[in-house]
C-alpha cells in the first residue's frame, strides 16, 4: 500500500509505504505523484472532494475508487441538499437582507471539517463562500455505502464541534482567542457511534442515503453532517468520501470500512456485524506553538492513540496534534477513557520559545 498525506505519522509510516507532502503544494501534489504510482487504486479523503480537477487526474492512470468528479462538483454546491427535497437550514448566495447577529453562518463552498466557518457579520461575501442559517441542536453525522444499485445505512454519530465540547467537560478542542485562526468554534473535534436510532429514524437516513446516491452518482462510502432534535433532523452537507466518523464504526466491532468501501467497487460483498461496544475519538489541537517531545505509543492501557506524529514534530496554535480512540460500554466510560487520552498527548508537548 502507498499513501500520501500532510502529516506523514506514525501510524500511516506503519501500515504503508508513506510520503509527506508539502501544504504550500496541495492539492494538484497528489495527481503528480499519481502519476508515478500507476495502475493502484485510489482512494481519497479528507477535503479532496473539494478539488474534482485533481480527482479526475487521479483517475487517469489508476482505477478511481470513490465517487467521480461529476458526482463533486453536483455534491458540493450550497443547494445541493434542497434540490433533492430533504430538510436543511435556509440559505443565502449574497447576503441581501440576512441577519447579523449571528444566527446566520458564513461557509466556505470548498469547505472541510468546519474549517473557515464564521457568524455572518455583513462584512461582504465573495463566490467561494454562502450563508447559512443556524440551527440548534446536537451535531451528528449519518454514515452510508453507495453500491450500484441501492445504499446501506451503515449507522449515526455524535459529533463534538469546536468549542461546544458537548459532553466532554475537559477540552478536546480549545477555544482560540485569535479570529485569524482557522474558524476555531466550529471544527470538528472528534464524537461517538453508534447512537441509538428508532425504526423510524434509520428509515429516514436509509431514504436520504439513496435519494442522495442515485441523485448524483454516488459509490463508495459517504457521509451527511446534520443537526438532530430528538427524532428530528436538518442535513447541513454532504460529504462525497470516506469521513472522520466512520472509524468509530470499525471499533465499535462492526467490521473493516475499508474493506466495506471496495465492496462498492470490485471487492467482495461485506456483512456488517451488530456493534459490540461504543467507540469514541477526541482530536486533540495544539493551544499554543509546541513540540512533541516523547513518542505517542499505539496503545496506552484502554486507549489508542492515532495520527501520532513523530517525537520532534513542531505545532503552531491550531494545529491537530494526535486523536485519542477509546471504547466502553457507555458513552460515560468512553468519556472517562477519552480524557485520560487527552491528558497524556499533553503531556508529551512541550511549549516552543
Known sequence: MRACDLFGDEDLRDIAETRRVSPAKYPEIFAEIAEKWPSIPRVYTG?????PDVVERLARTGSLWGCSPESLRATRTPTALRDCGLETPASSLDGVGVPTDGSWLEKPTKGSG???IKPWTGAGLNGECFLQLRVEGEPVSASILALEDRALLIGAASQFIGDSRLSLRESAFVRM???DI???PFAYAGGMAPLTLTSQMRELLLQTGETLRRRFGLRGLFGVDGVRKGDEWSFLEINPRPTSS???FEIAGMGSMFALHHSAFDGPSIQLRPPNCIAGKAIVYATESCRMTSQLTATIREMRFADR????TEFQTGDPVATVLASGISMEEVEGNLHRGIRTIRERLLPRC
Open 114 to 116: 468546519g474549517r473557515g
Open 177 to 179: 482567542a485569535n479570529d
Open 246 to 248: 466512520m472509524e468509530l
Open 182 to 184: 482557522d474558524a476555531s
Open 309 to 312: 506524529p513523530v517525537v520532534g
Open 47 to 51: 477535503g479532496l472532494e473539494n478539488y
